[in-house]
């Protein structure tokens, strides 16, 4: 599995928001597809937009509801079509169904579509172990893995990058002329990446959708690498998460007006291509061979959970990252995983393991803003807080791992609060406790514990003589007789 | 035909107005009651429960939210200057007796008696309006001072309550209030509880953020419906010595120039 | 062989989590549901709508086309169409073409018009003495692709071709420049359009719904470096729809 650092999350977040290029890069790229994506809904009517949501999210209930029956549907119908289905319980098995593949299949080089599952699998590095030449062919992830860096983004893997470090990164590692013209460095993947197009004898994909129907493995692209990918090599894997399954080719439709608009504002992709088993006799190319690796790895402890079950319809859009204020300010990297974001922030914990992922569902406002731009209505605030009380209370030792000052801060907050004589007390010892650092009614900058996180920035008004209830009792008890 | 005009209305203060912000309090009670509004103060609330809550420690939150509950459940409506008070009462104690059915009931029967302070004032106006054209909007702003003044929509009251142009119709309608353009209006200001002192980092990001933004928009005031976004804005104002000041949206109705 | 773990234990533990029997969804899907008779009828429905509307849904795919980056040509017949071809092909300077083969190209003969003007048009298949390498050089090199349509979106402004015999996956990827012709009684309206009829043909073909199925919609593009959009990464730069106005 791929490395995990989401432990660090405080320190590399504080060291995302100091870096002016990189907040730059997610502050503006968080704008632009955002407000692509608002364009593209204006376009359709927000009410148009409203049903296609509402209608994504029950097909998307229905289908993970039921998501052992779709599963063996498509199998089935994945092996009419002559591919076959390995399932994998975790990495280091799905990791092991393709090793396989490869050894038998005496597989020396292998191109790469985008695939968030072969991140999370650290794929790469177990294929290059064995001897194969691995490529990411996906502009963004080629840039990556020449950076030999992780994506920082579901859509756009190289945004933390700007253009200047993307041409410094070919001159080095490909040996051309620096140039930082976009267009330029484009053809310079193209130029470098079409021969191992034809030389591969393996092409490795994600999946958007998986259709139980018919067996078909669905993929959302603009570059033509997955076309290349899935239609060059000998042998096509691709590999996916086992939440990705739809029962019928007809609620395709749906998901293709939802994804391209949610992720760029696009009106769909310059490819959407549909992939059913291996190429037939008669075709005149296309892999011999078809295997769709169908991976656990975690998924089915979202599946149980029913308040979290509902992360499991998301379509990797990016949406909320666009939206997130957090994400904007911190960028993908610090979340300390594969998925960041909001999003990420649910999935991550569960399923790398809650208490080495205690931030995540902590480091947000419950803004909601992630909730409102989710295609498939995904209630994310929700599962933070879902997630936080596992953190406090769950009955699971491993799971609660909320620290013993917040849990003491809790309680003692808490027996204040329930009794309006000791909230007196609490105020005359408040006022007191401050009295030294107030000045004309305000607090300013103080070294008092828990005060001084807020004063660094900020100040706060001291409590005055009355609160509002002595003020009623006083006054404005009498106002109505 | 509408609704007779809601006639009494029990004010929930909240621990941020109680303890730090009395003056809104007094403000909320003079509005409601210029309108005509009954307002009582039931006896022994104190904290809704919301940053227990928010922090997952929901054995903590329920004793505080029982305690509203019994302050409030005979109420005839319930008003709550704050949207994230009053999403936490609407919408999150549903969630927090899920698996309580006595309570949950009485959480369902309360969330629909629950208004938030301009929501109440909306309906108020709303039924004023359908009598009788509202003496307020025939009011000339000539000759008065017009507060140039921004709307921060905070996030729980635009997301869980639904409410996103209440504020600022009777914003446009008050006289001597001159609203302007505050640009990402609806980008969280940060705050967000225990996040601002967990994450003070991200926090006061977001905070800088909101507060150019204010700037901006050349606001005299920065108003909002709820004072925890606007304790965090206005501290970050006053620090800073910023020539624009942080105010409830209460007090901007009842005294505009303040 | 199926590797990794049994299908049947990994489906036992996604019904584990579940909480559900094995078997069917208590609700039948409304999608899985209709006979082939029943496609019919809505594929006959489509049919006539779509023939019905036939003008404007002729304007509205060459609209939403351009938007998506086609150069849309709007052609009155076959000589219209080889004209553009012709000259497009000329603009461009190159020395060959490859054709996948398509009924259309019986009423526009692209090979013809484009040998009187000097370019080698050939048919992109990989018949017994063509290695299916050289075949691969040879469409690499060349400048041009051209290719019919099994359908084009009016909604999405994409073509639609369905690899099979006589119509390679690569010849409209690999040449920089795609030019697809398409008739006009093959353009749909919307992806539910399309996807009853794919149902259709699935379930009419004995389950068989072909290996392969692409949606084209414009120029293969990036904005993968600082969000500048690019066009013509790993497919065409560039793409032409010449659309047959009249059957």
Redesign the interface.
């Given at each position: 599995m791929a490395e995990v650092t989401t432990r660090d999350f405080?320190a590399a977040?504080?060291a995302a928001?100091?870096d002016p290029q990189l907040?730059r890069?997610f502050g503006?790229?968080g704008a632009?597809?955002d407000g692509a994506r608002r364009d593209a809904i204006d376009e359709v009517t927000p009410e148009v937009w409203e049903q296609w949501r509402q209608q994504a999210r029950s097909i998307k209930e229905?289908a993970v509801?039921?998501?052992?029956?779709y599963?063996?549907l498509l199998?089935r119908?994945v092996a009419?079509?002559g591919g076959?289905?390995?399932?994998?319980?975790d990495a280091n098995?799905?990791n092991?169904?393709v090793s396989?593949?490869v050894r038998t299949r005496g597989v020396k080089v292998a191109t790469k579509s985008k695939s968030m599952v072969s991140e999370e699998l650290g794929l790469n590095h177990v294929l290059e172990g064995q001897g194969v030449a691995v490529f990411e062919?996906?502009?963004?992830e080629y840039?990556i893995q020449l950076a030999e860096e992780t994506p920082s983004h579901l859509v756009?893997?190289?945004?933390h990058?700007?253009?200047g470090e993307?041409a410094r990164l070919f001159a080095d590692k490909l040996g051309v002329p620096y140039s930082d013209d976009?267009?330029e460095?484009?053809?310079v993947?193209?130029v470098a990446?079409?021969q191992k197009?034809?030389d591969a004898d393996m092409g490795i994909s994600g999946a958007n959708f998986l259709v139980a129907?018919?067996?078909?493995l669905v993929i959302v692209t603009?570059?033509?690498?997955g076309?290349?990918c899935?239609?060059?090599p000998r042998i096509h894997v691709g590999i996916t998460g086992?939440e990705k399954v739809i029962?019928?080719?007809?609620?395709?439709?749906v998901f293709?007006?939802l994804l391209p608009r949610s992720a760029?504002g696009q009106?769909?992709?310059?490819?959407?291509?549909?992939?059913?088993?291996?190429?037939?006799a008669?075709?005149?190319?296309?892999p011999e061979e078809f295997h769709l690796?169908?991976v656990?790895n975690g998924r089915?402890?979202l599946?149980?959970d029913p308040a979290l079950r509902e992360s499991l319809y998301c379509i990797r859009c990016g949406a909320c990252l666009n939206i997130c204020?957090?994400y904007q300010?911190?960028g993908g990297h610090a979340y300390g995983w594969v998925y960041p974001g909001p999003i990420g922030s649910i999935v991550t914990p569960e399923l790398v393991g809650v208490a080495q992922a205690k931030d995540l569902p902590?480091?947000?406002?419950?803004?909601?803003?992630c909730?409102?731009a989710c295609p498939v209505q995904i209630n994310i605030p929700?599962m933070l807080?879902h997630?936080?009380?596992?953190?406090?209370?769950s009955p699971d030792s491993q799971r609660r791992t909320?620290s013993d000052t917040?849990?003491l801060l809790?309680?003692g907050?808490?027996a204040v609060?329930?009794k309006?004589l000791l909230?007196k007390v609490a105020?005359r010892l408040g006022r007191l406790a401050v009295k030294s650092v107030t000045r004309d009614g305000?607090i300013?900058r103080s070294r008092l514990p828990?005060l001084s996180?807020?004063t660094?920035?900020?100040?706060?008004?001291a409590?005055?003589a009355?609160?509002?209830?002595?003020?009623?009792r006083d006054e404005?008890?009498r106002?109505?007789r | 035909m509408t609704e007779p005009a809601p006639r009494r209305a029990s004010l929930f203060i909240t621990c941020i107005i109680d303890q730090l912000y009395p003056d809104v309090g007094v403000s909320v009670v003079r509005a409601l009651r210029r309108r005509g509004v009954m307002v009582d103060f039931p006896a022994g609330q104190t904290c809704c429960g919301q940053p227990l809550y928010n922090a997952g420690f929901t054995a903590e939150a329920k004793r505080l939210a029982v305690r509203v509950l019994d302050a409030f459940d005979d109420c005839e409506r319930m008003v709550v200057p704050s949207g994230s008070c009053g999403a936490m009462i609407r919408v999150f104690y549903q969630d927090l007796f899920a698996d309580e059915p006595e309570l949950l009931r009485r959480a369902a029967a309360l969330s629909e008696r629950v208004y938030e302070f301009t929501e109440l004032l909306t309906e108020v106006d709303g039924a004023a309006d359908a009598a009788a054209p509202s003496d307020d909007a025939a009011q000339s702003d000539a000759g008065a001072d017009v507060a140039a003044v921004a709307y921060h929509p905070s996030c729980h009251l635009l997301r869980e309550m639904g409410v996103r142009r209440g504020p600022l119709d009777l914003l446009e309608a008050a006289s001597g209030v001159s609203v302007v353009d505050l640009p990402d209006a609806e980008q969280c200001c940060g705050f967000g509880g225990a996040f601002a002192v967990k994450y003070p980092h991200i926090s006061e990001q977001m905070l800088a953020d909101k507060v150019e933004a204010i700037l901006q928009s050349g606001a005299a005031t920065v108003t909002a419906c709820d004072m925890g976004c606007l304790m965090h804005i206005g501290g970050a104002i006053s620090r800073r010595g910023l020539p624009v000041r942080a105010r409830h949206i209460a007090q901007v109705l009842d005294d505009p120039a303040g | 062989m199926s590797l990794g773990i049994p299908s049947a234990d990994f489906l036992a533990s996604v019904r584990d989590a579940l909480g559900r029997e094995a078997g069917p969804p208590a609700a039948a899907y409304q999608h899985l549901l209709e006979s082939a008779g029943e496609l019919e009828l809505q594929a006959a429905e489509i049919r006539r709508r779509n023939a019905g509307d036939l003008p404007l849904l002729l304007d509205k795919m060459a609209g939403t086309a351009a938007l998506r980056g086609w150069n849309v040509q709007r052609a009155g017949g076959g000589e219209d169409a080889l004209d553009y071809v012709v000259s497009l092909a000329r603009r461009l300077g190159v020395e060959s073409a490859a054709r996948a083969e398509s009924a259309v190209f019986s009423a526009v003969p692209v090979d013809a018009a484009l040998a009187g003007a000097g370019v080698v048009c050939w048919p992109a298949v990989y018949d017994a003495d063509r290695e299916r390498d050289a075949v691969r050089r040879r469409l690499a090199e060349s400048g041009l692709g051209i290719t019919g349509a099994d359908y084009a979106i009016a909604e999405t402004g994409s073509v639609i071709v369905l690899p099979r015999r006589g119509l390679s996956r690569l010849v409209s990827l690999l040449p920089p420049v795609h030019v697809a012709i398409v008739r006009a009684q093959d353009v749909i309206d919307t992806l539910d359009d399309l996807f009853v009829l794919r149902r259709l043909e699935y379930h009419s073909d004995g389950g068989d719904m072909g290996s392969y199925l692409n949606f084209i919609s414009g120029p293969s593009r990036t904005a993968d470096i600082e969000q500048t959009i690019v066009v013509g990464v790993h497919g065409p730069r560039e793409v032409h729809l010449v659309l047959l106005d009249k059957e």
């Open positions: 405080a977040s504080r928001v100091q907040r890069a503006s790229a632009g597809f229905h509801g039921n998501l052992d029956y599963l063996e199998e119908n009419a079509a076959q289905v390995h399932f994998a319980a098995q799905a092991a169904i396989e593949i062919t996906d502009l963004g840039i756009a893997p190289a945004l990058k700007t253009r993307v976009i267009e460095m484009a053809r993947a193209r990446l079409r197009f034809l129907e018919t067996g078909t603009n570059e033509g690498n076309r290349l899935t239609s060059a086992m029962p019928s080719m007809q609620d395709l439709a293709l007006r760029t009106r769909i992709t310059s490819y959407v291509s549909m992939v059913t088993g291996p190429k037939r008669a075709d005149e190319d296309g690796v169908i656990d089915s402890r599946l149980r204020p957090v300010r911190v902590n480091a947000s406002t419950l803004c909601g803003a909730r409102e929700r807080l997630l936080r009380h596992e953190l406090a209370e909320a917040d849990a809790a309680r907050f808490a609060m329930s309006p909230l105020r305000k300013g828990f996180r807020w660094a920035a900020r100040d706060l008004p409590p005055p009355r609160s509002f209830s002595d003020i009623w404005l008890s106002g109505d | - | -």
